[in-house]
């Protein structure tokens, strides 16, 4: 299950997430995306985690946790919007 992961500190390392994730089972992957141009974290992840139970048990034990001073929001993860977006540049 993929798990979002909002909230976070800028200053929140992959492994701090890692760690936090693994008290709750195995953890397969954790993404951080930055931003294209300044290269700063944009302030969310997404964790992988590839049994269910133990992705729920992780959503539900860590809602609101503080990790480096900052109160997490989880959530499974919804599906990407592969539409459109872009475009909107045009001159009247």
Not at 5 to 34: C, M, R, W
Not at 55 to 68: C, G, S
């Amino acid at each position: 299950m993929k798990i979002y992961v909002g909230n976070l500190n800028y200053k929140t390392t992959h492994q701090s997430i890692q760690d936090l994730f693994a008290q709750h089972g195995q953890v397969e992957e954790v993404y951080i995306p930055t931003d294209r141009e300044t290269g700063r974290v944009r302030g969310f992840a997404f964790v992988t985690m590839p049994n269910d139970e133990e992705a729920q048990a992780a959503i539900n034990a860590l809602q609101n946790a503080q990790l480096d001073g900052r109160p997490l929001r989880i959530n499974k993860a919804r599906p990407r919007d592969d539409g459109g977006g872009g475009g909107g540049h045009g001159r009247r």
